[in-house]
């Protein structure tokens, strides 16, 4: 181990790795402490169910990442990252037989939207469109420090000035209202929708439209794409790269306290009783509840940031399961079985009632599922003629009652098997002959996703929720909008930070560009006043 580190990242998820790529490539020598015993966050697969299956363990698909300048820009596949694509992005097969498709060919989009209501084809053509005009704009000034001045000023001049209030009106829309603006039919609706509820915003909640808008477009533009061989293989790629410039991650070590010396980090302690000391830098990828409720101690704390972390919300909560099948999943909608992700949402009124469930606390009666079918989207997932399938739902974060029987959100062997033959209903009525073809299980609940990564709180997946009030300058606290803390030397890296959940590495950017600027700042003053 180093002795005095130029920069100690806590926590190894994309974005700690990221970010210590980052300070790595400026000469730095980072070390990375790690809590688990492998590195990756929640991007990590193995053989979960099989042998020979390979399951993502948390996340599994990646338009953000393909679309990350600062992801992009690490030249991965140098390291042997390779993208795999299936034939179609996404499907959502609904119970009057149709199915919504999301293909990076936008005629085949338009053709099934069209199926739906004659004209929606031409109408996601439009709303595309506005896509293809600000979308790289819209990208960078997303995934770069708040307010973003530079990024900013490309969107506005992408968007113009004549467009720029009915560009942020659309923003700000619903996904319902959005819907209902642009599309006669529900496959539209569906297929926005199904990708506003990656989030925890429902389809009557502002901003709900612009995230569904955003990921759908990259779907279209990017595809939905995932690591050959499993998602672990990103994991590998960014610390083959960080070790090929003398960076190093130490795992099974997590950190108890960061040290902090006339308000300047200035060490960290681990587990194992070490302190280690740091030379210029913390990269802390964890919770921003977990850096200002237990690493930082309270005394080094300003009142208004322990006071403003007492509203930080979390997202709602997850349960995950993995399936090995001993074939492909038998949907009866012919495009599904051709497409990477499924969403299972029968309609707009049944995402909403998901939503106003889990708003309520209560455990959805019929769970909105995302599935993923892994050996499609890259035959090595699994052997030949089999399907490594990948799944989650969300679940209410305090579990009040039970939208749908008498589960209480305990999640002991009982309520999970309960939730499981509930989820896996959903599959079984849009692909009878499901069930027979499942050969090997694996089930995450909250507490387990939980103890496999300590940043998925109560199995909350994107370091917080995504609703406005905890967004851009309000991430994760008032005062506190970007990666700079009030210690200095120390910054928050994790998905807790704008611009949020999800792998686009852009939380751990800015935490490494803004540790390189404050460090150069303090070089040139101590210069200056030699
Ligand atoms: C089930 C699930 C499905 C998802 N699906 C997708 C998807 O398909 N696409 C997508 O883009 N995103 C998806 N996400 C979200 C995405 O994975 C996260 O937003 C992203 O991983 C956040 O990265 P991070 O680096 O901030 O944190 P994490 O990936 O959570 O990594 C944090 C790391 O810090 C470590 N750590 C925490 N505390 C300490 C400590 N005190 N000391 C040392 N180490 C510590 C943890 O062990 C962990 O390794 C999903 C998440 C989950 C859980």
Known sequence: MQETPDAIVIGSGPNGLVGANLLADQGWEVLVLEAQPDPGGAVRSGELTKPGFVHDRFSAFYPLAAASPVIRGLGLEEFGLRW?????????????????????????????????????GAAWRALYARWQRVGRYLVDALLTPFPPVVAGGRLAAAVGPREWARFARFALLPVRTMAEEMFAGSGAALLLAGNTLHTDLGPEQTLGGFFGWVLASLGQEHGFPVPEGGAGRLTDALVRRLEARGGRVVCSTAVTSIEVRGRRAVAVRTEHGDEIGVRRAVLADVGAPALYGSLVRREHLPARVLEGMRGFAYDHATVKIDWAL????????????????????????????????????????????????????????????????????????????????????????????????????????????????????????????????????????????????????????????????????????????????????????????????ADGRRRLVAAISR
């Open 84 to 120: 795999r694509h299936a034939p179609i992005a996404l499907a959502n097969p609904t119970p009057d037989g149709g199915c919504a498709v999301l293909s990076t060919d936008v005629d085949e989009t338009a053709a099934s939207l069209d199926n739906y209501a004659p004209g929606d």
């Open 326 to 517: 001993d074939g492909p999943v038998p949907w009866s909608a012919q495009p599904a079985r051709r497409a990477g992700t499924v969403h299972l949402g029968d309609s707009l009124d049944h995402l909403s009632e998901v939503a106003a469930q889990l708003a309520t606390g209560r455990i959805p009666a019929k769970p909105f599922v995302l599935v993923g079918q892994m050996t499609t989207s890259d035959p090595t997932r699994s052997p030949p003629g089999t399907e490594s399938v990948w799944g989650y739902t969300h679940v209410p974060h305090r579990p009040l009652g039970d939208a749908g029987g008498d589960l209480s959100g305990k999640w002991d062997e009982r309520e999970t098997e309960g939730f499981v033959a509930r989820v896996e209903r959903e599959l079984e009525a849009r692909a009878p002959g499901f069930a027979d073809r499942v050969v090997g299980r694996n089930v995450l609940t909250p507490p387990m996703l939980e103890a496999a990564d300590a940043n998925l709180v109560g199995g909350a997946v994107n370091g917080g929720t995504a609703q406005l009030h905890q967004q851009l300058i309000f991430r994760p606290t008032v005062g506190l909008g970007r990666a700079e803390t009030p210690i200095r030397g120390l910054y928050l890296a994790s998905a807790s930070a704008h611009p949020g959940g999800g792998v686009h590495g852009a939380c751990g950017a800015n935490a490494a560009r803004a540790a390189l600027a």
